[in-house]
């Protein structure tokens, strides 16, 4: 199986910006998308931003300009700058990738364990 190990939430004043980390490790053959979503209290979870394969990055309109998505295929991880914070940006991050662990196997979604963020006004 494969776990994804996630490091990089915190506390921010309004204005400033933090680093999320997401390595997946375990039996790995290949990954395709790589993304973040979020979920505030109350909330649904919601797509964040997404990166293909190929490296192409998807936003969602919340964070477009103030987020980059990234991601380094060696390592199998993933990573989000964020930056110009805002007080709305306050969720539990959580990291997902789709790999498979063998050529002929399906693709299989996996979850993060989630990170905190809040950001205070």
Request: some cysteine.
């Amino acid at each position: 199986q494969v776990q994804l190990v996630e490091s990089g939430g915190g506390l921010v004043q309004a204005g400033g910006s933090l680093r999320l980390s997401c390595a997946a490790q375990g039996k790995i053959f290949s990954i395709d998308g790589m993304g973040w979503y979020r979920q505030a209290p109350g909330k649904q979870r919601e797509l964040v931003a997404t990166i293909g394969s190929r490296g192409s990055p998807y936003y969602a309109n919340s964070v477009m300009g103030r987020f980059t998505i990234s991601r380094d295929n060696a390592k199998n991880a993933v990573s989000l700058q964020m930056n110009s914070l805002k007080p709305d940006d306050t969720a539990v991050y959580y990291c997902n990738v789709r790999s498979k662990s063998a050529l002929w196997d399906p693709w299989k979604d996996y979850w993060g364990q989630g990170t905190q963020v809040t950001v205070s006004s």
